[in-house]
């Protein structure tokens, strides 16, 4: 039974990127300085070190194949910490723009063209999640784990978890203007130590993902420009 449900995606998938190449689009991602994790930081309970976020900047992407998403850094300061100090932050669910770790917006660009002013409507996006861990002047535990990707235009709160190339990502399918795709974000980040090198906060957008339903399992598949991916998860009884 296994061998014949990997056959199976297999197939789909193939099918999945020979059906989205034909069909490329493109789309612009513009990341918003607006929450509170971009204006003031988010600080350990001590006060003594702050992480912030730096949105990145815009970026016209196609999710044929596949599509990396830059939505910017993240970076650790010592404000007066002297002592190991621990993070415990916590966005909430659903969280307000202020609260999200991430805001960011998504439109089609009907043209195609790199660079092109002209958009579709704008479908608004929050990543929610927790900032954990502890962070002193020479080690740090600190770690983003996101366990939300909202689309709030379209009304999905995203929380699929999913493996591309190695790393974990939490995220789901949804529509563009209309255009179906699959969005996510990095699952965890770990944070440097403070006035160490910035953290990435990292995404991906590709074709949507094909769930085949079967009793006890689901499976996902992703395309990519470096193949299949394939993730089994078999349901406890």
Same mark, same amino acid.
């Given at each position: ?127 929610? $999640? ?65 006035? $160490? ?41």
């Amino acid at each position: 039974m296994k061998k014949s449900l990997l056959t199976l995606l297999a197939a789909a998938a193939m099918g999945v990127v020979a059906a989205g190449a034909s069909n490329a689009q493109l789309f612009r991602f513009t990341y918003l300085g607006d929450t509170d994790f971009t204006t003031a930081g988010i600080s350990t309970t001590g006060g003594g070190y702050t992480a912030s976020f730096t949105p990145g900047a815009p970026e016209d992407v196609s999710p044929v194949p596949f599509s990396n998403l830059t939505l910017g850094l993240v970076g650790v300061s010592n404000t007066g910490g002297t002592t190991t100090e621990a993070f415990n932050y916590n966005s909430g669910s659903p969280a307000t723009t202020a609260s999200a770790l991430v805001h960011f917006e998504a439109q089609q660009v009907p043209s195609g063209i790199v660079g092109d002013p002209t958009g579709g409507q704008l479908v608004d996006f929050i990543v929610e $999640g927790t900032l954990s861990g502890t962070e002193d002047i020479a080690t740090s535990t600190a770690l983003i784990t996101d366990f939300v990707l909202r689309d709030r235009t379209n009304g999905l709160a995203l929380s699929s978890v999913f493996v591309v190339n190695g790393n974990n990502y939490v995220g789901g399918n949804t529509s563009i203007n209309g255009i179906p795709v699959f969005i996510g974000v990095r699952r965890t980040i770990p944070l440097s130590v403070p006035g $160490g090198n910035t953290s990435s906060y990292e995404g991906v957008l590709t074709a949507p993902l094909q769930v085949v339903p079967e009793p006890g399992t689901y499976a996902m598949l992703a395309g990519s420009g470096f193949g299949i991916l394939l993730l089994l998860k078999r349901r406890r009884a």
